[in-house]
């Protein structure tokens, strides 16, 4: 199993560009996440989607939007990306999710690192 | 207050020694909690959870909760260089049903 995979690995913007960040699981899961790590600031959540056909927005969606395609796909979409979004973007995926769930551990991607000038 | 509070050190430990890494959170409803641990440059890897009050250790590592005190730690006895990463703590929020993540706690496991 590869687990979850994310592509891009890199990525150079310019302001105002666009860009999907895609990613995939194949462990069969329900939920899948879109997180952003900055120095000093953790793990901050932007997107997820508890199942399939549902996504909610997280801590820090503005400037954002996503895609579950399907079970196994949720994609990340910069419409027109900011130096602000500069960051190391994490798609994690998680057996269920939801209030007093278990099997809500999250298993995370590689990362892509986004630059954007 | 954070939701999730680490010291982010660095803790700098000497290999052999118990490093204690410490969480506390301020969701009472939160029920389970996940310790990751983050090597630079690459993405979180599960190394623990616990549910109930108490310990629950997995060889080298330990972890400790007691919900009254919204207090929960992870201790690696026998510390290796191979330790250093950076920890980080993640209740399961009760209200949103989704993890939240500390800062993380840098370990440095010196020889």
């Known amino acids: 199993n590869a687990g979850v995979t994310q592509t891009p690995k890199f990525q150079v913007l310019k302001t105002g560009q666009s860009m999907t960040l895609q990613c995939a699981q194949d462990?069969?899961?329900?939920?899948m996440y879109w997180y952003r790590q900055d120095p000093g600031m953790g793990l901050r959540l932007i997107y997820y989607s508890a199942s399939e056909g549902t996504t909610d927005k997280g801590e820090v969606p503005n400037g954002y939007n996503v895609s579950r395609l399907n079970k196994r796909e949720f994609s990340l979409r910069l419409e027109s990306a900011a130096p602000s979004q500069t960051s190391v973007y994490f798609c994690a995926s998680s057996r269920t999710s939801g209030a007093g769930s278990s099997y809500n551990e999250q298993f995370f991607g590689p990362g892509t690192r986004l630059t954007v000038l | 207050q954070k939701e999730v509070e680490q010291n982010s050190g660095p803790l700098s430990v000497p290999e052999g020694a118990i490093a204690s890494l410490n969480c506390t959170y301020s969701?009472?409803?939160?029920?389970?909690f996940f310790w990751y641990r983050q090597y630079s440059g690459k993405s979180p890897e599960l190394i623990m959870f616990i549910y109930s009050n108490g310990d629950k250790e997995d060889g080298r590592f330990t972890a400790q909760l007691n919900k009254a005190s919204q207090y929960v730690s992870l201790l690696i006895r026998d510390s290796q260089p191979s330790d250093s990463a950076t920890y980080l703590c993640a209740p399961h929020s009760s209200n949103t049903g989704k993890l939240i993540f500390g800062q993380g706690t840098t370990l440095q496991v010196k020889p």
């Open positions: 969701d009472r409803g939160s029920q389970s």
């Open positions: 462990m069969n899961h329900n939920s």
